[in-house]
T-cell receptor, first 113, second 115 residues
Framework: DQQVKQNSPSLSVQEGRISILNCDYT??????FLWYKKYPAEGPTFLIS?????DKNEDGRFTVFLNKSAKHLSLHIVPSQPGDSAVYFC????????????FGAGTRLAVHP | DADVTQTPRNRITKTGKRIMLECSQT?????MYWYRQDPGLGLRLIYY???????NKGEISDGYSVSRQAQAKFSLSLESAIPNQTALYFC??????????????FGPGTRLLVL
């Protein structure tokens, strides 16, 4: 049973527009969430994270929103750039000395000119 | 230089062969992990180690074993490779802690094909 779900396998966005990537989770024990970005032939790289005590975290063009009641988070990229084209993974974990990350299946974002 | 390195980057082997994938890190992190990535399934945890003397099974450890030779080195072995172990394998590291410390840093991956 997938505890972290990314229901959109792919997303295509025009350069300059907003990209919105979604992630749902089922386990209410998760209290820390991360987004990773992966280019072909490279490992995932950390992008942005959010603690469950917040509902928003912003870093430049990237903003993550957390809706705990809906068990939903989203990553907004504004404005989208061609270099943002990659696979984005959502991940969740528990606090308390145990760093096990549970990953979603990923969403492939294509930003076209 | 990369903080987390994996060798080999690509490997083709035959069913029944023993194979070892190696991971080294210069980040000084105590915690290391091995994941596999399959299409449509994201990354799944195989084994993790919180220090040299602490090794734990992840969600898909059957058919795999690991060795933590030093703080900086964590190896994954397939004792008798089978075709459904064909996947992309990633090593990762993190600090001990909570919140931001739980961010994991990944190596470039090893693409393994078992014929």
């Amino acid at each position: 049973d997938q505890q972290v779900k990314q229901n959109s396998p792919s997303l295509s966005v025009q350069e300059g527009r907003i990209s919105i990537l979604n992630c749902d989770y089922t386990n209410s024990m998760f209290d820390y969430f991360l987004w990773y970005k992966k280019y072909p032939a490279e490992g995932p790289t950390f992008l942005i994270s959010i603690s469950s005590i917040k509902d928003k975290n912003e870093d430049g063009r990237f903003t993550v929103f957390l809706n705990k009641s809906a068990k939903h988070l989203s990553l907004h990229i504004v404005p989208s750039q061609p270099g943002d084209s990659a696979v984005y993974f959502c991940a969740a974990t528990f606090s308390g000395g145990y760093n096990k990350l549970i990953f979603g299946a990923g969403t492939r974002l294509a930003v076209h000119p | 230089d990369a903080d987390v390195t994996q060798t080999p980057r690509n490997r083709i082997t035959k069913t029944g062969k023993r194979i070892m994938l190696e991971c080294s890190q210069t980040k000084g992190h105590d915690r290391m992990y091995w994941y596999r990535q399959d299409p449509g399934l994201g990354l799944r945890l195989i084994y993790y180690s919180f220090d040299v003397k602490d090794i734990n099974k992840g969600e898909i450890s059957d058919g795999y074993s690991v060795s933590r030779q030093a703080q900086a080195k964590f190896s994954l072995s397939l004792e008798s490779a089978i075709p459904n172990q064909t996947a992309l394998y990633f090593c990762a590291t993190s600090e001990e802690g909570t919140g931001e410390e739980e961010t994991q840093y990944f190596g470039p991956g090893t693409r393994l094909l078992v014929l």
